[in-house]
């Protein structure tokens, strides 16, 4: 079966611009997850969806963020305007069920200049 | 969720058992051990998980302590493609309740010829 995808694998945008970074879930999974790694810090949660709830949003760092997951299938996080310490890899997770474990994209690589 | 404390880096030898220690002292009752690993540029890969008996599947085997304040991954015949850091995890696995990975620092685990 395929992994969790993500898209793009890296981005390199300007100060101040806006990226949307795309993750299609395993197939089946109904929970869907962000994390992010910033530069010399610890993996950390961004959010949980079920379905296309929002279930735990309590990582999300500040309002410049959103992630959407429309029908319940693929998410997209959006950086509406991009700052510097945005930086960081951005990983999205799936799990089938809410007690099972997380599997894992490679991650959106997204330098911020 | 519990704090985990593990040894920053290890070495082993290739085709030898590596036996990765865990301590987490604080841990709940209903709090499972997990095993993830991360090599470079990839995702977090997840290994295995426990609550309180000793576990083994096709990657690796987790021996988690009687009074479960610590607990070992082992690798029984480590490769030079399982050089990554690994990252013990403590999470509560209730539907419906909190659901994140914390990640902490891990263990970067060098497998030399």
């Known amino acids: 079966e395929a992994g969790v995808t993500q898209f793009p694998s890296h981005s390199v945008i300007e100060k101040g611009q806006t990226v949307t970074l795309r993750c299609d879930p395993i197939?089946?999974?109904?929970?869907l997850y962000w994390y992010r790694r910033v530069m010399g810090k610890e993996i950390k949660f961004l959010l949980h969806?079920?379905?296309?709830?929002?279930?735990?949003e309590s990582g999300m760092p500040n309002n410049r963020f959103l992630a959407e997951r429309t029908g319940g299938t693929y998410s997209t996080l959006k950086v509406q305007p991009a700052e510097l310490e945005d930086s960081g890899v951005y990983f999205c997770?799936?799990?089938?069920?809410?007690?099972?474990?997380?599997?894992f994209g490679n991650g959106t690589r997204l330098t911020v200049t | 969720d519990a704090k985990t404390t593990q040894p920053p880096s290890m070495d082993c030898a290739e085709g030898r058992a590596a036996n990765l220690p865990c301590n987490h002292s604080?841990?709940?009752?209903?709090?499972?051990v997990y095993w993830y690993r991360q090599i470079h540029s990839q995702g977090p890969q997840y290994i295995i998980h426990?609550?309180?008996n000793n576990e083994t599947n096709e990657m690796a085997s987790l021996i988690i302590t009687e009074d479960r304040k610590s607990s070992t991954l082992i690798l029984p015949h480590a490769t030079l493609r399982d050089t990554a850091v690994y990252y013990c995890?403590?999470?509560?696995?209730?539907?419906?309740?909190?659901?994140?990975?914390?990640f902490g620092t891990g263990t970067q685990l060098k497998v030399e010829l």
């Open positions: 997770a799936s799990s089938q069920a809410w007690t099972t474990p997380l599997h």
């Open positions: 197939s089946g999974h109904d929970n």
């Open positions: 604080t841990i709940s009752g209903n709090e499972y």
């Open positions: 969806f079920v379905k296309e709830s929002k279930q735990d």
């Open positions: 995890i403590v999470r509560v696995v209730v539907t419906g309740g909190g659901n994140k990975l914390t």
């Open positions: 426990g609550l309180k």
